[in-house]
């Protein structure tokens, strides 16, 4: 966006006025026990790189592979639960659904805390209790055990963990900041083959709970490398409210967090039938379903820093969420026609380039609607507890569909594919909200 010159005069001085208000009211470091944070002062105030900031990209890239990765593959624990339970495929949504929910929700504490200055502590306390239920739901037998442990409890440890990443990357990343976060995010890929191909390839090996206490190992190994890497920069600011109030006053912020909203209601529909769907229409084995969704997580890890690039160099991020939108709605209305081995791997790696890009373009699109980088945890938070109701009610809406169809797909397919079309419409309008009637701006 482009403003002008005394307008961004005048938002530096209230910017440098309201952080130094805020320092004073600061207690020492060495009364507190915690590092101090470096000050950031005005927009020039960025590494925009250097070995401290990129190691940061590379922390966060190992939070998101948990945080992101692991509800991403519950398509696997899908399958699983739908064959050794018999419950109805809706019923075993709810368990991946109110994970991703709470992992959602969670984010207006976890933003908050961590504009605050803590963002170190919750990534350690979400990494424990992420941990704890991991390894709890080994133990689990029965539907209301694996609810508590895999649904609940790493669904909030989860949340915790993942918000820290934004405002962490925001405060070392200006001009580069959509690529940053992309590869920041792009770690929902690298969990999402990790997590998915332990549970698969060894459950036949050494039994579902062995294997569920393995992928707890291969998360332990990530959170003590995580948070070696940790060293959060933005300024704390100890004071201020849980929730942003005067963000709802702002029109292209709440505009944007509509279309999100629908955005995110559909996308998990995708990650978690895309198995059964292969097996019930492609004749899929259930160990060759698993490799559509390896495929899909893999071509999902280069496609986010690809439209981070794009949105920094070309775009814009708002412009770049909007295009990969329609894209992952073009890619749902396509679905309809899939039904041979061949077409499905097809899907699989258009799925995972269109979905993960636009999500990549969400995460930068939302810090573009934030100027201060001290509320950036906050609004985020704020943002991610409003989708996390659209999450927790998307792949059970299409598993009711589904079943309601009696097992076919076209309902839910056509559903997608609308909410995610009317999700870029949404968008579009707050992006004329920004820049008004220009086309070819970058925004």
């Known amino acids: 966006m482009i403003f002008a010159k005394d307008k961004k005069l005048h938002h530096h001085a209230v910017t440098v006025t309201s952080l130094a208000h805020s320092q004073e009211s600061l207690p020492h470091s060495e009364e507190s026990g915690a590092p101090a944070a470096v000050a950031i002062v005005d927009d020039d105030d960025y590494p925009d790189g250097g070995s401290v900031a990129w190691r940061q990209v590379v922390a966060c890239h190992l939070i998101n592979a948990m945080a992101c990765g692991y ?30 929910f709470l992992n959602n929700v969670t984010c207006t504490v976890a933003g908050r805390l961590a504009d605050a200055g803590y963002a170190r502590e919750v990534v350690l306390g979400g990494s424990f209790v992420a941990l704890l239920g991991t390894f709890m739901t080994s133990l689990a037998t029965e539907y209301w055990q694996i609810f508590l442990a895999q649904g609940v409890c790493t669904g909030i440890g989860l949340g915790l963990m993942y918000m820290p990443t934004i405002t ?67 300024l704390p600011q100890k004071t201020g409210p849980l929730v942003e109030w005067g963000a709802f006053k702002e029109p292209p912020y709440v505009i944007f967090i509509a279309g999100a909203f629908l955005f995110y209601w559909a996308l998990y529909f995708g990650f978690f039938y895309i198995n059964t769907y292969a097996i019930a229409v492609a004749s899929f084995t259930p160990t060759s379903a698993v490799s559509l969704l390896l495929i899909t997580n893999a071509v999902g890890i280069p496609a986010r820093p690809i439209i981070g690039w794009l949105a920094d160099t070309y775009l814009g991020p708002i412009n770049a969420f909007i295009i990969s939108s329609i894209g992952l709605a073009i890619t749902f209305f396509a679905w309809i026609a899939i039904d041979t081995h061949n077409t499905m791997y097809a899907f699989a ?37 409003i989708i996390g109701f659209a999450t927790v009610a998307g792949p059970p809406t299409a598993g009711a569909i589904i079943d309601m169809c009696n097992g076919q797909y076209l309902g839910a397919q056509l559903w997608a594919g609308a909410v995610t079309l009317l999700a870029a419409a949404t968008l579009g309008l707050a992006r004329y909200w920004v820049s008004g009637a220009k086309f070819a701006v970058m925004v």
């Open 71 to 100: 509800g991403a593959a519950f398509g696997i624990y899908q399958l699983y639960y739908t064959e050794s339970l018999k419950l109805p495929s809706a019923q075993i949504s709810w368990i991946g659904s109110v994970q991703i």
């Open 168 to 234: 962490i990357i925001a405060s070392y990343f200006k001009k580069r900041r959509a690529l940053a976060l992309s590869l920041s995010t792009a770690g929902t890929g690298t969990g999402s083959i990790i997590f998915p191909a332990t549970v698969q390839y060894l459950i036949p090996q050494i039994g579902f709970p062995w294997t569920v206490r393995c992928a707890g190992f291969v998360a332990l190994f990530m959170v003590v490398f995580m948070n070696a890497l940790l060293k959060p920069r933005s």
């Open 349 to 385: 790696i258009l799925f995972g380039f269109t979905n993960s890009a636009a999500q990549g373009g969400f995460a930068s699109a939302l810090a573009s609607l934030t100027k201060d980088p001290a509320k950036m945890g906050v609004r985020f938070g704020m943002c991610c507890t």
